[in-house]
């Protein structure tokens, strides 16, 4: 099964920027899409951005944020600059991925906090 893990996050000032990483445990070509999620504390959880096995990406906030892959690492890569204190959150790496003809499944990363203070 799909096994992903987060890191890059950490403490930045506003204006500052952080770049985040998904690692898959399976090839990014056999993973339907890669979704960025972040949930600040009382809010519900947000897509932040996403990029499909054919590298089609959607990004909610383009001007500050861009999402990229290294399909040699198995790697999903989340760029945010211009960090807000809004941008606060645990940033969640998430999967979509087609075992079967059936089904599909998700799977969730740990998660990564992101601090931005003011």
């Known amino acids: 099964q799909v096994q992903l893990v987060e890191s890059g996050g950490g403490f930045v000032h506003t204006g500052g920027s952080l770049k985040l990483s998904c690692s898959a445990s399976r090839s990014l070509f056999r993973i339907d899409v890669v979704r960025w999620y972040r949930q600040a504390p009382g809010k519900e959880r947000e897509l932040v951005a996403s990029i499909t096995a054919g590298g089609t990406t959607n990004i909610a906030d383009s001007g500050r944020f861009t999402i990229s892959r290294d399909t040699d690492k198995n790697t999903v890569y989340l760029h945010m600059s211009s960090l807000k204190p809004d941008d606060t959150g645990v940033y969640y790496c998430?999967?979509?991925?087609?075992?079967?003809?059936?089904?599909?499944?998700?799977?969730w990363g740990q998660g990564t906090l992101v601090t931005v203070s003011s």
């Open positions: 998430n999967a979509r991925f087609t075992p079967t003809v059936e089904a599909s499944l998700e799977v």
